[in-house]
């Protein structure tokens, strides 16, 4: 397939066509390559509604086994739906418009109230602290991270390393000093692409991190800053149904007036003896 990536559509008529053992190539607007969709302006609309399809699809098969433990479930997102978002989330997540990242973000919520049981109206914030997921963001970021340290390390193909920044040289390593320098200001475009985001991330990092030569290292204490501690006994226990109750109680949306009178399903918070019913009360 021939592609011109262009935002004008002159220059993209203007473009000779190209020719293969005296055919012409098909000239197209995009095109899936190595599972992502390219488009010649540079778009990201159409991966977006393939990946959205894709893991809303997974979606369906985790609702008809919805009645399993909590621990299992989790399990089953993370290898079924949240692999299906993160492939090629650092090629593009910070490119995306908020509206295209709010599409993403809720599909991890519907999961999130699957998981747990939890009802609707539920804080997405809080059903990820419940069940210690980082939101999508932090996810791109993580990831991001931890394949800007192996180009760095030299871990991975040489060719890749002409797009990272220059090196800072300093000959004191202060726990402030950034070891590559920011990109110069482009455009909005540029500025939001791969290498110009992760820099200023890779340099706000601890220096202890930054110098570690390992990735599985670096991967290590990266964790600690984006991944959130697990609470066990959260998942325990024989009944689901007893799980998604406490879950509800904690997120702070359940059958309680009290939760009921903050999204008007209730005409009062008042319980039978005439206190607010929350769930301390309770």
Not at 13 to 31: A, G
Not at 155 to 162: D, K, V, Y
Not at 269 to 278: F, G, M, Q
Request: net charge positive; with cysteine.
């Amino acid at each position: 397939k021939d592609m011109v990536f262009t935002k004008s559509k002159i220059w993209s008529n203007m473009s000779p066509p190209l020719v293969l053992n005296e055919s012409p190539i098909t000239r197209v607007h995009q095109h899936k390559h190595l599972g992502l969709w390219l488009t010649s302006s540079l778009d990201w609309g159409k991966q977006i509604q393939e990946t959205c399809l894709k893991a809303t699809r997974k979606l369906a098969v985790l609702r008809s086994c919805k009645f399993l433990d909590r621990s299992t479930l989790d399990i089953l997102y993370k290898i079924t739906i949240r692999s299906v978002i993160e492939y090629g989330l650092i090629v593009y997540y910070h490119s995306l418009t908020q509206c295209q990242k709010k599409r993403l973000s809720q599909i991890q919520y519907r999961s999130a109230k699957l998981v747990t049981g939890a009802l609707h109206f539920s804080s997405q914030i809080k059903l990820e602290e419940d069940l210690s997921w980082e939101s999508i963001s932090d996810r791109a970021d993580f990831l991001s991270l931890c394949v800007f340290h192996k180009i760095s390390t030299h871990e991975t193909r040489p060719l890749i390393r002409n797009c990272m920044p220059q090196i800072h040289n300093k000959t004191i390593n202060t726990r402030s000093s950034n070891k590559y320098i920011e990109f110069t200001l482009k455009n909005d475009t540029f500025n939001k692409s791969f290498f110009p985001v992760v820099t200023k991330l890779y340099n706000n990092l601890d220096l202890s991190i930054r110098n570690l030569p390992n990735s599985l290292d670096f991967k290590e204490q990266l964790k600690a800053k984006y991944k959130k501690k697990k609470v066990k006994h959260y998942s325990r226990g024989i009944s689901k149904y007893a799980n998604s109750l406490h879950t509800q109680l904690r997120v702070g949306q359940s059958y309680l007036n009290s939760h009921g009178f903050k999204i008007n399903l209730r005409e009062d918070d008042l319980c039978l003896c005439h206190r607010s019913e929350t769930v301390s009360h309770f």
